[in-house]
């Protein structure tokens, strides 16, 4: 990164505000911009500070938070680009690019996500005490970094068979992948002191109340005028639930059970429940299932991207693979989907029930070798290669590629902060902002 440019280019707006006021021969003197940090082979201004420290207090004020003193985020702010430029020259070495077009498309963007024109966006930046072109330039930093971790923390990723063997046999993979219940529920408390005739009296009450069910009054009702739970004016309704996270024994009388059935009253410490099972899904279910070999692409709206724009770019992958480019590589460069990308965009095979709506139905359609043209669901844009298409018991395969993509995400988060750390404290970074402690390393 040249230095010389850089600096050049954040003094500018200053220069250009100085050469613009009227009666300019008489304006106070405006001080030079200066490094306040030294970042191996760049540095960051004073400027850059200001402005983002500004930014950082604009945003808490319209979340209607107290604002900090200047002096109390600068440090902080400070930190934050310090990282921020560590990883743009990580971009720079690995020759990441943001072109014109992505750039003026991505500005575009956020000024139609926020209802104005391109002009009115300036007018809106003006108004806040920003400059269009610093604006400018923080959108393609933003750019670059989410491509740089891409690339760098993906790669790190690495998922043994054994740590799917150990997660599944875990107890907290048995709750993230055991049957999951929708449950609604009427309580019938006693006192927290109950004495016989308060635990006997809750027992011929929910008794009652359970006569009542069986004999077809209407759960939602007698839970809301008889249930002292929280969720008594729903009708009782608690949502879905993980086996795991039920008492074992209420997992094992739920598991038998089919849906619609209530259960006997259980005593529970605080009274009386009894449990209506609405629905149920997932677990382990010995049947032979269709299962299809697929990989994807998965393009997401952000900030920056906006709905259109996201589509343009999913359509220019699906233009470039069908020119003869390949899938797995473009997937491990724009896919968005940290649990696939590294894998070049490879799901293995998969349950289509498993998926949302949009996807099974368009797996279901496309031609095996054929790459289907982008299309969208809740998660972003797509565009998927059906390998292969297999009927199989798949229950063991299924479960282990769960658990390895819930590991992979885990993975991701964790190794993006530990990337992070390390090239912070691998980095020569000497801090000359006044009254900050000075480090280098």
Known sequence: MNVKTKLIDRLRPVLLGVALLSGAVHAAVQPLDRVVAIVDNDVV?????????????????????????????????????????????????SGIRITDEE???????????????????RAALAHDGLSFDDAREQVKREMIISRVRQRRVAERIQVSEQEVKNFLASDLGKMQMSEEYRLANILIPTP????????????????????????????????????????????????????????PDFAKMLSSMPVGEITQPIRIPNGFIILKLEEKRGGSENVLRDEVHVRHILIKPSEIRSEAATQQLAERLYDRIKNGEDFGELAKSFSEDPGSALNGGDLNWVDPNSLVPEFREQMANAQQGVVTKPFKTQYGWHVLEVLGRRATDSTEQAREQQALSVLRNRKYDEELQTWLRQIRDEAYVEIKLPGADQAAQ
């Open 45 to 93: 201004m004073q400027s850059q500070l200001d402005q983002r420290v500004h930014e950082v207090q604009q945003t808490i004020a319209k979340r209607g938070g107290g604002v900090p003193p200047t002096s109390a985020l600068e440090q902080q702010v400070l930190e934050r680009l310090i990282v921020e430029n560590l990883q743009l020259q990580i971009g720079e070495r």
């Open 103 to 121: 750039l003026n498309q991505a500005i575009g963007t956020i000024a139609q996500r926020n209802g104005m024109s391109l002009d009115q966006f």
């Open 192 to 247: 927290e002191a109950a004495n016989s005739d308060d635990i006997q009296k809750a027992a011929r009450k929910v008794g009652d109340v359970y006569q009542q069910l069986r004999q077809g009054a209407d759960f939602g009702q007698m839970a809301i005028a008889n249930s002292a739970s929280e969720n008594a004016l729903e009708g009782g309704e608690m949502g879905w639930r993980k086996a795991g996270q039920l008492p």
